[in-house]
């Protein structure tokens, strides 16, 4: 086997572990919201350390990354792959540990039923999913039309939560016997636009990958 | 554009019915190292020698098109090729000192240019020494033969007795193919050193090493100049499919 094949190999397994990852990371959030759905505390609490996995998916791509840049000191596509797999599991690391803080107020919350806090919710927790499934696939299959979808869907979520903190705001002004469920009700929201935040740059470094640029800025 | 040290256009260079070189088009700035990379076979060796007119000396060497040092023809039938390699040196791959003494390998080049004047050249040869970063290893056996050194000192000797005559460009080809590890570091590092004061164009065959020491980075293939442009680009995000396939080791 020449040397350039077993790179070409290693690229591929970079990227299936990547892609790993990320369907983890996505079936944790539906995971959560099911479980939320469906009032199952026992789920839910195994959800709280669903990040502990995720965790040690990272390290092994840190370590794959680190490695390949040790050993075959890659350059141009092959490196800008590489650094973009470094970044982007970091942001896919922080999702994970969104969705757990999420799982823990939920526990908290008593398992709610968020759209009695704001009936943004439920889109807000469809459109954030479907923005970090969009930035994955478009990293994993290197689709920059798909990861400029994910980076311009963020819009959208940053209007689910202003929508959903006027709501809040709008309730504790009127009745305050519930401010606990609604601060933990916006910090849902927060969680949740925190995750669009994160898929927005992981569709920024499926651009990179292919381009060297970043928010038009050259790094590459 | 008078930043440009060296301005070569439309060269073309032909042995006998071989096209070697075909419409280069390059401006190399002055201050800077320049690097050329390339396949075997594939120009960039030729076109190194060019800037010097080595090729010359080649029979059946056919070349056109101008190559412009300072702004003046260097191919210009009035141009003394002694004066020339004065000003542009050249360090090969293979050192290759004289079988005398250190000092003498130094004051060689300045006693031919005229130099007889002891602590003159005394003063000369303590300075290429220091400017290839080797003074410091040879100064107390400087009557020693430089034979008896080691390859990477050989190799630095010839950087310095290249620098005895003053030049203002330095061609290397391959300078470190044949030296270890801590060699090649010293002599990558003397490159930094010496683009202060000189202009350097290398050849490499270590793309690594193309990506540490230069600014600038040219890629030939088959007698052409497919991409020159900044270091960082070309590894960073070449333009032409043809350097990414090199660079990566795609080729082939």
């Known amino acids: 086997m020449s040397p350039r094949k077993l790179f070409e190999q290693e690229l591929e397994e970079l990227r299936q572990d990547v892609l790993q990852m990320a369907e983890w990371v996505q079936d944790g959030y539906d995971c959560l919201f099911a479980a939320l759905e469906k009032k199952d505390g026992d789920q839910m609490r195994r959800y709280v350390r669903h990040d502990r996995t995720i965790e040690d998916m990272q390290r092994n791509i840190e370590s794959q990354c680190l490695s390949l ?124 636009e925190k995750i669009g935040d994160h898929g927005v740059n992981i569709g920024q470094w499926e651009i990179f990958q292919e381009t060297g640029e970043i928010d038009e800025i050259r790094l590459l | 554009m008078q930043d440009s040290k060296i301005s070569v256009s439309s060269l073309n260079l032909f042995y006998g019915e071989n096209h070697a070189l075909k419409d280069i088009n390059i401006k190399i700035r002055e201050n800077t190292v320049m690097a050329l990379i390339g396949p075997s076979g594939c120009g960039k060796s030729t076109f190194l020698k060019c800037l010097n007119r080595m090729n010359d000396l080649v029979d059946g060497v056919k070349v056109d098109g101008k190559v412009l040092l300072d702004g003046e023809d260097i191919y210009d039938p009035g141009v003394d090729t002694t004066l020339l390699r004065k000003k542009v040196g050249m360090v090969f791959q293979q050192p290759n000192p004289f079988p005398m003494s250190i000092y003498d390998n130094i004051a060689y080049g300045p006693r031919i240019h005229g130099i007889k004047n002891k602590s003159r050249l005394d003063e000369i040869v303590e300075n290429a020494l220091k400017g290839a970063a080797i003074f410091d290893e040879v100064k107390d056996r400087l009557k020693a033969p430089a034979l008896g050194l080691s390859g990477g000192q050989q190799q630095r000797l010839c950087i310095a007795r290249a620098l005895a005559v003053e030049p203002e460009v330095l061609l290397m080809d391959e300078p470190t193919s044949a030296l270890d590890p801590i060699s090649t570091l010293k002599i990558e590092e003397l490159m930094n050193d010496l683009k202060k004061r000189y202009t350097v164009v290398v050849v490499t065959h270590n793309m690594q090493q193309a990506a540490r020491v230069s600014d600038e980075t040219a890629f030939f293939l088959l007698g052409e100049l497919v991409e020159a442009d900044e270091t960082m680009n070309i590894f960073g995000h070449p333009k032409d499919k043809r350097t990414e396939d090199y660079i990566t080791g795609r080729f082939g």
């Open chain 1, 69 to 192: 840049l040790t050993r075959q000191t890659p350059v141009a596509r092959d490196l800008r792959t590489v650094s973009a797999a470094l970044k982007v599991v970091t942001d896919l690391e922080r999702i994970g540990n969104h969705l757990s803080d999420m799982a823990e107020l939920f526990v908290r919350m008593d398992l709610p039923e968020l759209s009695r806090y704001s009936p943004a919710f439920p889109d807000m927790v469809r459109e954030t999913r479907t923005l970090i499934g969009k930035a994955a696939r478009a990293f994993v299959e290197r689709n920059m039309a798909m990861g400029q979808e994910a980076i311009d869907a963020d819009d959208g979520i940053d209007d689910f939560f202003n929508r959903i903190k006027e709501d809040l705001v709008k309730e504790l002004k009127k009745d305050g016997s519930d401010a606990d469920g609604c601060v933990d009700a916006l910090m849902t929201a927060k969680y949740l």
